[in-house]
């Protein structure tokens, strides 16, 4: 357990409708990502956040794609109008950041497995 | 554009033995690359990191080698164990770009 939880941990929906995962990060850290990751596949980065700003999305993240992370803590991942390419392992990972450039060790939560019928 | 790559989707190696898992990425801008595990059905877990300024670290029974003349990174992991089969990972970077993986089995 590497103290990053994600909610659910599988998710089974129809074509057209909409889900939303949930992440909760290590407390301390103020680095959150968004990963998406298919079978037999490295994870792709999505987007990612530092406290509350959502600083950079990946051309990966359509428009049916919203990500926020309200208060700087847990953060939401929510997919509209949701298509059978969607399915896929949603990773979030959380890191302590610190200024430009500073990169420090991603822990990854177990995942949210979405199959879109 | 950036790209992280492996050169074995499978490698088996004896329980016991040494394996090295190896890593290609063409950023020479890259500064800071990362080996994760996966095992089935979990998230990735991190293993080691390794910063453009070092040519090699340790951890626990984990060695990797960074080779930035070639672009080359590797992970070398001593006396292998059963619960050491899982998918291995290298990353680059913040927004950690990710290769296929490789696939190790640990033969008993």
């Known amino acids: 357990d590497t103290g990053v939880s994600q909610n659910p941990r599988h998710k089974i929906t129809k074509r057209g409708q909409n889900v939303t995962f949930r992440c909760d990060p290590i407390s301390e850290h103020n680095r959150l990502y968004w990963y998406r990751q298919t079978l037999g596949q490295g994870p792709e980065f999505l987007t990612y956040f530092q406290n509350e700003a959502q600083l950079e999305k990946s051309r990966l993240l359509s428009d049916r794609f919203s990500a926020e992370r309200p208060k700087g803590s847990f953060s939401t991942l929510e997919i509209q109008r949701t298509e059978q390419g969607d399915s896929a392992m949603y990773l979030c990972a959380s890191s302590l950041g610190g200024g430009v450039g500073s990169y420090n060790e991603q822990f990854f939560g177990p995942g949210t497995r979405l199959t879109v019928l | 554009g950036e790209s992280v790559g492996l050169h074995l989707p499978t490698l088996s190696v004896q329980e016991g033995d040494n394996s090295i898992i190896n890593c290609a990425y063409s950023n020479s801008a890259s500064d800071y690359f990362i080996w994760y595990k996966q095992e089935s059905g979990k998230g990735p877990q991190f293993i080691i990191d390794?910063?453009?300024?070092?040519d090699k670290r340790q951890g626990q029974r984990v060695t990797v080698l960074l080779n930035k003349t070639v672009k080359h990174l590797s992970l070398q992991i001593a006396a292998t164990q059963p619960g050491d089969s899982a998918v291995y990972f290298c990353?680059?970077?913040?927004?950690?770009?990710f290769g296929t993986g490789t696939r190790l089995t640990i033969i008993p």
């Open positions: 990353a680059e970077n913040m927004k950690l770009t």
């Open positions: 390794i910063r453009s300024n070092m």
